[in-house]
């Protein structure tokens, strides 16, 4: 069965980091472009960091940039978010999945809408 598991979320005080993680089961990853999205309530899906499948370019949010790190290891067969001086509007559910296809900012920009396959996601919240 294939799937994507994220776990790694929680409470953290703003200025806070946390590291999540996305473990892939029933298929190997080396061959498929990751992003992590998030989704606040009422708004729509957005990417926040997507990495490639074959040189590991990156890309990120604006609103994200200088504070989250997208990495990989194949071996492990998981891609991780680390991600440092949080703030309070960084809280909501994040999520990732993968495809075989997209390029790195395709898959963050039109991975909402094109990307089927989505675990339960893990939650985060920063917050005092």
């Known amino acids: 069965q294939v799937q994507l598991v994220e776990s790694g979320g929680g409470l953290v005080q703003p200025g806070g980091s946390l590291r999540l993680s996305c473990a892939a089961s029933?298929?190997?990853?080396?061959?498929?472009?990751i992003g992590w999205f998030r989704q606040a309530p009422g708004k729509e899906r957005e990417g926040v960091s997507c990495?490639?499948?074959?040189?590991?370019?990156?890309y990120y949010a604006d609103s994200v940039k200088g504070r989250f790190t997208i990495s990989r290891d194949n071996a492990k067969n998981t891609v991780y978010l680390q991600m440092n001086s949080l703030k309070p509007e960084d809280t909501t559910v994040y999520y990732c999945?993968?495809?075989?296809?997209?390029?790195?900012?395709?898959?963050?920009?039109?991975?909402?809408?094109?990307?089927?396959?989505w675990g339960q996601g893990t939650q985060v919240t920063v917050s005092s």
């Open positions: 029933g298929f190997t990853l080396d061959y498929y472009a």
């Open positions: 999945a993968a495809d075989p296809t997209l390029t790195v900012q395709a898959m963050c920009v039109f991975g909402p809408i094109l990307v089927s396959s």
């Open positions: 990495i490639s499948s074959s040189d590991g370019s990156t």
